[in-house]
């Protein structure tokens, strides 16, 4: 049972899966949370915010409130993909391809990575951009059939659905703000995000 089935659906009887491991026989492997679940867990404790939606009605009520929320109304989005230019179109967004005036960046992603609450993208979204040098502020939109468990099965996701493969992937892992960086996170670009997640199975 998925996390968003538990979240939004009807109460289930009690299944192996909600039976506390240390009540489980000694011996008894861990249960594994569904992908979804672990994905939510691990993007959460990244710094991501998250929104989940049920219907596309629902994804446009969320991007109007993150636009309301930073007062972006009127500002510049950096956008690659032409796709999100429509399918918001009712926003009239203020697109640039000029970094240096863009408040915030729209795009998809590739992948949404289960085991370490990353998004894994690509040149598909950022083309030959690094990270640091894109926005400081990220809205991401993806679908529940993005999930995935690891890199690895992202890769070769992206291998099977391109003809051409991208260049440039990468993964978005660290959302804190700057204040929150130490020497492990050195190096890497940390980003305000978020995460506008659509039910399509």
Same mark, same amino acid.
């Given at each position: 049972?998925?996390?968003?089935?538990?979240?939004?659906?009807?109460?289930?009887?009690?299944?192996? #899966?909600? &039976?506390?491991?240390? #009540?489980? %026989?000694?011996?008894?492997?861990?249960?594994?949370?569904?992908?979804?679940?672990?994905?939510?867990?691990?993007?959460?404790?990244? %710094? %991501?915010?998250?929104?989940?939606?049920?219907?596309?009605?629902?994804?446009? *009520?969320?991007?109007?409130? &993150?636009?309301? *929320?930073?007062?972006?109304?009127?500002?510049?989005?950096?956008?690659?993909?032409?796709?999100?230019?429509?399918?918001?179109?009712?926003?009239?967004?203020?697109?640039?391809?000029?970094?240096?005036?863009?408040?915030?960046?729209?795009?998809?992603? #590739?992948?949404?990575?289960?085991?370490?609450?990353?998004?894994?993208?690509?040149?598909?979204?950022?083309? #030959?951009?690094?990270?640091?040098?894109?926005?400081?502020?990220?809205?991401?939109?993806?679908?529940?059939?993005?999930?995935?468990?690891?890199?690895?099965? %992202?890769?070769?996701?992206?291998?099977?659905?391109?003809?051409?493969?991208?260049?440039?992937?990468?993964?978005?892992?660290?959302?804190?703000?700057?204040?929150?960086?130490?020497?492990?996170?050195?190096?890497?670009?940390?980003?305000?995000?978020?995460?506008?997640?659509?039910?399509?199975?």
């Amino acid at each position: 049972m998925s996390l968003f089935s538990k979240l939004f659906g009807k109460k289930s009887k009690k299944t192996e #899966e909600h &039976i506390p491991n240390q #009540e489980r %026989g000694k011996y008894m492997p861990e249960v594994k949370l569904p992908v979804d679940e672990r994905f939510t867990i691990n993007f959460k404790a990244n %710094g %991501g915010k998250f929104l989940y939606c049920e219907n596309f009605e629902e994804i446009q *009520e969320s991007f109007n409130d &993150i636009l309301k *929320e930073n007062n972006w109304q009127n500002d510049k989005v950096f956008l690659f993909d032409q796709r999100l230019s429509e399918l918001f179109k009712g926003f009239d967004l203020n697109s640039t391809k000029n970094l240096s005036e863009s408040t915030y960046f729209l795009s998809t992603c #590739e992948y949404l990575i289960s085991d370490d609450g990353s998004l894994l993208i690509s040149s598909n979204q950022i083309a #030959e951009k690094k990270l640091i040098e894109l926005p400081d502020h990220f809205i991401i939109y993806a679908t529940t059939s993005q999930f995935v468990e690891t890199i690895g099965e %992202g890769l070769k996701g992206i291998k099977a659905k391109s003809k051409v493969i991208p260049t440039n992937i990468t993964t978005i892992k660290n959302f804190k703000t700057a204040e929150d960086k130490d020497f492990l996170t050195y190096g890497s670009s940390s980003k305000n995000l978020y995460l506008l997640l659509l039910e399509d199975l």
